[in-house]
């Protein structure tokens, strides 16, 4: 049984930051696509980070890239999103996901992962 386990939200002040975790288990995630999204409320979940487990090969949304940063510990089959400067406009819960890692595929949209974490909140204050 494939679980996506995440950790490490909390409150911070803006200009802060944070790092949220993501346990993987339940399978051999090698060939998959790991992806942090977020959703605000009243707003659709967006995809803000992701990484080729294989490879190491990142991708980020325009409004996180240069203040956050993702990685992945092989020996703990761990995902992270490293978040600096945080502004009030990243307050959101954040979901890790996964979906296999085939080319030529979207690694922005939801409806592409198969796998979902319960999420992590996530709130910056001012």
């Known amino acids: 049984q494939v679980q996506l386990v995440e950790s490490g939200g909390g409150l911070v002040q803006v200009g802060g930051s944070l790092r949220v975790s993501c346990a993987a288990s339940?399978?051999?995630?090698?060939?998959?696509?790991m992806g942090w999204f977020r959703q605000a409320p009243g707003k659709e979940r967006e995809f803000v980070a992701g990484i080729r487990w294989s490879s190491g090969n990142t991708y980020y949304s325009d409004s996180v890239k240069g203040r956050f940063t993702i990685s992945r510990d092989n020996a703990k089959n761990t995902v992270y999103l490293q978040m600096n400067s945080l502004k009030p406009e990243d307050t959101a819960v954040y979901y890790c996901a996964a979906k296999p890692g085939l080319y030529g595929t979207s690694w922005f949209s939801p409806l592409e992962y198969d796998y979902w974490g319960q999420g992590t909140q996530v709130t910056v204050s001012s």
């Open positions: 339940g399978r051999t995630f090698s060939r998959y696509i």
